[in-house]
């Protein structure tokens, strides 16, 4: 089974959505990536997911996503949260590590393209928030998500 990173990305900011999705969008130009502002939001759809094997922080997939990732916060005044999470498949304690783990292995993708270390902050939220808790769906809950911030 493959994990889905979740690919639209929200903006946590002070400032106007218009104005940060004005900024996004001259950041990604060339890369696919899709924005859209609203309310108090911006959503930006990437153009590839990163998939992971079950039970591994190692990406398989979704370079497009790294790369247009890096570019939006070398281009504009972003920050990153990546917050890990899994299915409730294994322990409590294993599935906070393995999303915590998966959190990191995307800020160190993105600190190996030169983005700063310290604008790139990760969380694990193990098995908390889950999408769905049917047998065939829990694909879903295997996630990374990720938000941009001030």
Do not use: W
């Not at 005044?77 to 783990?101: C, F, I, Q």
């Amino acid at each position: 089974m493959k994990c889905l990173v979740i690919g639209s990305l929200m903006l946590m900011s002070a400032m106007s959505a218009a104005d940060v999705g004005d900024s996004i969008k001259g950041a990604v130009k060339g890369c696919g990536a899709h924005v859209e502002s609203d309310v108090g939001m911006v959503k930006v759809i990437l153009p590839n997911k990163l998939q992971f094997d079950t039970g591994s922080s190692k990406p398989f997939a979704g370079m497009d996503t790294i790369l247009c990732l890096v570019r939006i916060i070398k281009e504009t005044e972003l920050n990153l949260l990546v917050t890990g999470y899994a299915d409730p498949k294994g322990s409590v304690e294993d599935n906070v590590e393995l999303s915590y783990l998966r959190a990191s292995k995307v800020k160190d993708l993105l600190v190996s393209y030169g983005v700063m270390p310290g604008r790139v902050n990760v969380e694990a939220k193990g098995e908390s928030d889950l999408i769905s808790d049917n047998y065939y769906m829990r694909v879903l809950n295997r996630r990374v998500e990720l938000k941009f911030i001030l």
